[in-house]
């Protein structure tokens, strides 16, 4: 697991994976995150229109924000990649590991548009993103936990393919469950994890550290009585 400590190629970042405007704020102003990814689903949630969504958000994240796809055809990909690309320079436009997806990302890649290559579950599916071009490409290790398959040991040969090619697209170790996710994927070379908002605020917590503040207020409160 350590494996890779001593190379020093990567420098963990982390993403929020949310649509929610108000967990996008709150998340980018706590200072950690240095992007976001949003999928339909999470867009569905809220009810609003894509377009001004994203829009809005490109007033809060000042880092990479990856935006999807919906249609499935090669053209269909391409029209929407490129209106949705024209809405700030930081959108990432968001395809599916497919066919079509891989001939759109290529296209993109021409003409400066930087994709995320979505719903990895292979090493190889990861491999035919690098190699049409994606600038990300999101392995979804959770996914894989509950069908019963290791999501992390996919992340981890991905992480080393990319290394012993020297492949410059990034990993984004994504559908994170936990904080031990978190952990793993950057101790195994994944450029970046997309956290849920959930996950996230759970990874400031440690018991020891609520009872240590108290006890410091607690003195503290002696030293003023
Ligand atoms: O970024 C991918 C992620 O949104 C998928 O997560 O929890 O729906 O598997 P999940």
């Not at 796809?69 to 029209?79: C, F, K, P, R, S």
């Not at 400066?112 to 599916?125: D, H």
């Not at 936990?145 to 290791?150: A, P, R, T, V, Y």
């Amino acid at each position: 697991m350590n494996k890779r400590y001593d190379i020093g190629v990567n420098e963990v970042e982390f993403f929020l994976d949310s649509a929610n405007l108000e967990e996008i704020t709150q998340a980018w102003n706590m200072g950690v995150i240095a992007g976001l990814t949003t999928n339909p689903t999470l867009v569905a949630k809220e009810g609003k229109d894509f377009h001004t969504l994203l829009h809005t958000i490109t007033g809060i994240v000042d880092g990479p924000i990856s935006a999807e796809v919906i249609a499935l055809d090669h053209e269909g990909m391409l029209g929407e990649a490129r209106v949705l690309a024209g809405i700030n320079p930081n959108i990432v436009v968001k395809i599916p590991m497919t066919e079509a997806g891989l001939r759109t990302v290529k296209v993109l890649a021409e003409e400066g548009i930087k994709t995320n290559v979505t719903l990895v579950f292979t090493p190889v599916q990861a491999l035919l993103a690098a190699r049409a071009g994606a600038a990300y490409v999101s392995p979804f290790l959770g996914r894989l936990d509950d069908i019963g398959e290791n999501g992390l040991k996919v992340v981890e040969e991905i992480c080393d393919i990319f290394v012993v090619h020297d492949i410059e697209t990034k990993v984004i170790a994504a559908s994170i469950r936990n904080p031990y996710h978190v952990l793993e994927a950057a101790k195994l070379g994944s450029h970046y994890a997309t956290i849920p908002f959930s996950v996230l605020r759970q990874l400031f917590k440690h018991p020891l550290t609520e009872a240590g503040i108290q006890r410091f207020l607690d003195d503290w409160k002696k030293l003023e009585a």
